[in-house]
């Protein structure tokens, strides 16, 4: 079972998950540019699907987008046709896996890479195998639907071995609605489909384990950057991600973090640090990143980072840095 993150009360994944369920939302014609922007993502952070962003922005988009009556069922329908491809990186990691039982293994080791708050472990049972996920952090219909998808791209996966037929013997979906455990049981007539408990599981026969898996020809590394592994680190992903988009108001970082006002206060407080000290110090990092790269002039550091003009921006940059930004930038020269 993977390891859980301590302090993590904001769960965040990559932001190329969301790429199925943009594409199958482009697919039925929607204006999906738009929505994205409605909800806060913006087109720098879409450049970049290794972005970390927060789970609750992902369910965001989705219920604004997605019909009332196809909320049920979006991770049937999204799931049915995603795959590992459309995942990034971390996807690509797993589609060099040589056997099903390896991509199953490195899917519980290195879920994280991928998402926070979700965990992964196998089961041994006679002749076969259970293949179990838990998920944290969600409410408990959104967590339904993302188990669903996961088990369907974890199926898909399988049937690249086994071929495009092959269904499990169980899939057990947690509180997963009559209607939906329907659809879910018309998709797959031969597959037990139940709902005990309190995580989803997919039950293998162990002969499948050992089937080789096509591998992909462009095998990828695991994403550079660490998604938050504490609640700061998760405020000031937060706050970039606000940088680019609008301004880092507090209200707007409480609402993507999908906590309460007073839960995410209170964090604050245990941390000994204001949200404000935080923006100061989000934005001083990427101006620092900025200045070394050398490509940006001064002026426009100053207003990527939403300040009024470059004075305000380099006595900023003063005060927490010990130099002006030109000073800072020359240091090497």
């Not at 482009?26 to 972005?51: F, T």
């Not at 997963?176 to 997919?202: M, Q, W």
């Not at 507090?250 to 609402?255: F, G, P, R, T, Y």
């Amino acid at each position: 079972m993977g390891t859980k993150l301590s302090n993590q009360t904001i769960h965040f994944s990559r932001l190329g998950s969301l790429q199925p369920i943009i594409s199958y939302f482009e697919r039925q014609g929607l204006p999906v540019q738009e929505y994205l922007q409605q909800v806060g993502i913006s087109d720098e952070l879409m450049a970049n699907p290794e972005k970390p962003i927060p789970k609750s922005l992902h369910w965001k988009f989705v219920t604004t987008v997605c019909p009332y009556d196809d909320v049920d069922h979006i991770g049937l329908l999204v799931g049915s046709e995603a795959s590992l491809e459309d995942l990034g990186e971390v996807g690509e990691f797993l589609l060099a896996s040589d056997s099903v039982s390896e991509y199953l293994l490195k899917g519980a080791r290195y879920i994280n890479t991928l998402s926070s708050g979700e965990y992964y472990w196998l089961v041994d049972e006679v002749d076969n195998c259970r293949f179990c996920i838990s998920i944290s952090g969600l409410q408990e219909d959104h967590a339904t639907q993302n188990y669903i998808y996961t088990l369907l791209i974890t199926i898909n996966t399988i049937r690249k071995a086994v071929g495009d037929s092959w269904c499990p013997t169980e899939l057990n979906v947690p509180a997963i609605k009559a209607v939906s455990a329907a659809r879910l049981a018309e998709h797959f007539p031969n597959t037990k489909i139940s709902r005990r408990g309190d995580y989803a599981s997919i039950l293998i026969p162990s002969a499948v384990l050992e089937k080789p898996l096509v591998k992909n020809s462009n095998p990828s590394a695991l994403p550079q950057e660490n998604l938050p592994q504490n609640f700061k680190s998760s405020v000031i992903s937060i706050i970039e991600m606000l940088i680019f988009s609008s301004r880092p108001e507090l209200k707007k970082a409480v609402n993507i973090s999908g906590l309460s006002s007073r839960t995410f206060q209170r964090n604050l407080e245990k941390m000994g640090v204001s949200y404000s000290q935080l923006v100061l110090e989000t934005r001083m990092g990427l101006a620092r990143q900025w200045l070394d790269n050398g490509d940006l002039e001064i002026g426009d550091i100053s207003k990527a980072l939403g300040y009024k003009n470059s004075s305000n921006f380099s006595r900023a940059f003063l005060g927490l840095v010990g130099q002006s930004p030109r000073d800072y930038r020359n240091r090497k020269d």
